[in-house]
């Protein structure tokens, strides 16, 4: 988990989501050992509603 957030955060920081960048900085920390399934499900279900926000504010910017 964390070393996926961390591959994906270079991206967000270059479209400046930096609300998807203050979850993904947290989800970085997350192993099988330190985290609940509760808080990981919570998460990532937090991140999936703002990357679809931004995905679609992308395409009414870009008239896709």
């Given at each position: ?12 920081k270059q479209l400046q989501a930096?609300?998807?960048?203050s979850i993904l900085e947290k ?38």
């Amino acid at each position: 988990i964390g070393s996926v957030s961390h591959r994906m955060l270079t991206m967000f920081k270059q479209l400046q989501a930096s609300e998807i960048i203050s979850i993904l900085e947290k989800m970085e920390m997350y192993s099988e050992e330190n985290v609940d399934h509760q808080t990981l499900r919570s998460t990532f279900k937090d991140f999936k509603s703002k990357t679809k926000a931004l995905q679609q504010t992308l395409k009414e910017s870009f008239d896709l």
